[in-house]
């Protein structure tokens, strides 16, 4: 069955048995986009009871902080079940935000910069914020919003990022794009300029994420190819269904409630919870399972299990038309690629 090993396939995975750092002796660095809510709520949270120090981008400090709260308030409640000896064996990392708007480009040079004017270097970057559904509209930089936020972003604080991760000293340096089943939604290859401007929303929404969500899977394994010291790869989370994605379509009036008895019920068959939905990000960003030699470029699904993507995503040719397309459109808009 074409879903059947990126819903719920079993595994074993569990994030206690992921290696412990202490910052005092051995520093990982991490970035990660959108760890305020859901998913990447819960993947800051393993990463901090792990001893990270954790660099979340968002747009809103308020919010963003209000999570850092609740998620050194649930650190303390886990480690409050530990022995003297797991204690004694386990560290807490830190928690820093940084302003970051992925629909303004100039937005995610400056959250690049303030990165660097305090780390020098970086073990770790997710590319976890994203949006789905909405309906069709343009960005301040002309992009589609859909395509800019879950795809062009991504791809430009890459750019600016992967130099810090390729020194020798840089230990074990990973990058996780979480991309999504829905990649699958992109049927066609085509031109990422293409952007399916149509109504009906509820159509052509989801081309326009699968499109993105394809191109990052194509932005992953390129990375991977161009810098083999670094281990890019992407994942699906698994359905989620009580994060903040849906709600374009649960806040619509009247039948608002209608689609969030669906997705109640979609998730209750198929789903996983929000924690869970972190999984796949944490066992490809620490855990020592996998290796860039045999891991960089690959594509994982819920829980971290291995998994094909779509032929599209697959086929090195449009990663690279991909790619050659996006350098040029940032470019033309005044932003230089380097790497
Ligand atoms: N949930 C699922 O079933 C599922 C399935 C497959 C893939 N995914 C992927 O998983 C990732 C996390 O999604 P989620 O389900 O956890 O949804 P979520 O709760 O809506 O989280 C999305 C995060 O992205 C941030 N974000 C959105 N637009 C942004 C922008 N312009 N600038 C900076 N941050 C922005 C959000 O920040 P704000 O709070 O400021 O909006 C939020 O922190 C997404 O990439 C999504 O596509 C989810």
Redesign the pocket.
């Known amino acids: 069955m074409l879903f059947r090993n990126e819903t719920r396939p079993a595994s074993d995975f569990d994030p206690d048995n992921l290696p412990y750092y202490n910052p005092e002796i051995d520093r990982r660095v991490c970035f990660i ?8 709520f819960y993947t800051v949270l393993h990463l901090y009871i792990h001893g990270f120090i954790i660099y979340v ?4 400090k308020q ?1 963003t902080e209000s999570a850092f709260r609740e998620i050194r308030n649930q650190a303390k409640i886990r480690r409050g079940k530990l022995t003297l000896r797991q204690l004694d064996q386990q560290y807490l990392g830190d928690l820093k935000f940084v302003h ?4 303004d480009l100039k937005s995610v040079c400056n959250a690049v910069v303030q990165f660097k004017t305090r780390e020098k270097y970086l073990n770790l970057l997710v590319h ?5 559904a909405v309906p069709y509209s343009k960005t301040k930089d002309d992009f589609e919003i859909q395509l800019q ?2 795809y062009i972003s991504p791809f430009l604080i890459t750019d600016r990022l992967v130099n810090l991760m390729e020194h020798p000293d840089v230990k074990d340096p990973r990058i996780v794009y ?5 990649h699958r939604f992109a049927v066609l290859p085509i031109n990422l300029g293409f952007d399916f401007p149509y109504k009906p929303n509820i159509l052509f929404t989801f081309l326009r994420y699968g499109h993105a ?1 394809t191109a990052g899977i194509h932005m992953a394994k390129t990375i991977a190819k161009r810098h083999p010291t670094i281990l890019s790869v992407s994942v ?6 009580n ?3 849906f709600s374009h379509f649960t806040r619509l009036p009247f039948i608002g409630t209608l689609f969030w008895i669906f997705f109640q019920l979609f998730g209750f068959f198929f789903g996983v919870s929000n924690e869970e ?1 972190s999984y796949s990000t944490l066992k490809c960003g620490v855990s020592n399972d996998l290796n860039r030699d045999e891991d960089n470029g690959k594509y994982f699904a819920t829980f971290g299990v291995e998994t094909t993507p779509s032929r599209i995503a697959e086929k090195d040719q449009y990663s690279l038309d991909d790619w050659g397309w996006t350098v040029s459109e940032l470019q033309r808009r005044g932003f230089q690629i380097t790497n």
Request: no cysteine; proline share 2%; hydrophobic share 30%.
């Open positions: 986009t959108g760890g305020n809510s859901g998913i990447g981008g968002g747009r809103s919010k970051l708007d992925l629909l976890n914020a994203g949006i789905m936020t879950n979480v991309s999504s089943i829905g969500k699906h989370p698994g359905f989620v269904m994060t903040n994605l939905g």
